[in-house]
């Protein structure tokens, strides 16, 4: 057990820790999504939200089913399994009591189920034997974490959406780059702190 406070975990998770800068997860709707701000402020409120959720109900059952049972081999596939049927679940109760929400979000609802950063969040609690408030934070922080550099990446599009750039920039080549900047600015973090 690690004997980190919660809150340095989620202050590294945000920060020092970022899942798109120091580890490019959830690389694939940071980049198709990141053109406006309140979309991807929304996406960003959906995967922290699910993020969070998923890790305590994935916290419970790796340690309070299958370790007891022996059975921590399965936690891939019962991780999985908790995350889309969460994410359905969520899904149909937004569609239910938040129509124009649900239509907002539109198809990036159920593609939270495929955002890898859910699925590691759940890995990097059991492989850190974190503790039930470790695992919190570090959830909170990991989506918060998205949350800013989606954003971030989304005001930086807006800024240069009207500017003439090379043919070979447009598109994913100028995200690319911008991210590979931002991950530079972020690395002036890592000597606050360090979760590993």
Same mark, same amino acid.
């Given at each position: 057990m690690m004997?980190?406070?919660?809150?340095t975990i989620f202050l590294a998770a945000i920060f020092t820790n970022n899942m798109i800068f120091s580890y490019f997860l959830g690389m694939c709707s940071f980049i198709s999504v990141s053109n406006?701000?309140?979309t991807s402020l929304g996406l960003g409120q959906a995967v922290t939200f699910v993020t969070t959720a998923t890790a305590i109900i994935n916290y419970i059952i790796y340690k309070y089913v299958l370790l007891p049972l022996h059975l921590e081999y399965l936690r891939f596939v019962v991780f999985i399994i908790t995350i889309a049927a969460f994410v359905q679940l969520i899904e149909m109760v937004v569609e239910r009591y938040f129509p124009s929400l649900y239509y907002s979000l539109g198809i990036f609802l159920p $593609?939270?189920?495929v955002n890898c950063i859910v699925f590691a969040v759940s890995l990097f609690m059991v492989i850190r034997n974190y503790t039930f408030l470790q695992s919190v934070a570090y959830a909170a922080g990991s989506g918060l974490g998205w949350?800013?550099?989606i954003v971030a990446m989304a005001g930086a599009k807006q800024r240069i959406k009207n500017?003439? $750039?090379p043919k070979g920039l447009e598109g994913p080549g100028i995200t690319l780059i911008i991210t590979g900047l931002m991950a530079l600015a972020f690395v002036g973090f890592s000597g606050i702190v360090q979760i590993q």
């Open positions: 004997d980190i406070n919660p809150t406006e701000i309140p $593609l939270i189920t949350t800013l550099a500017n003439k $750039l």
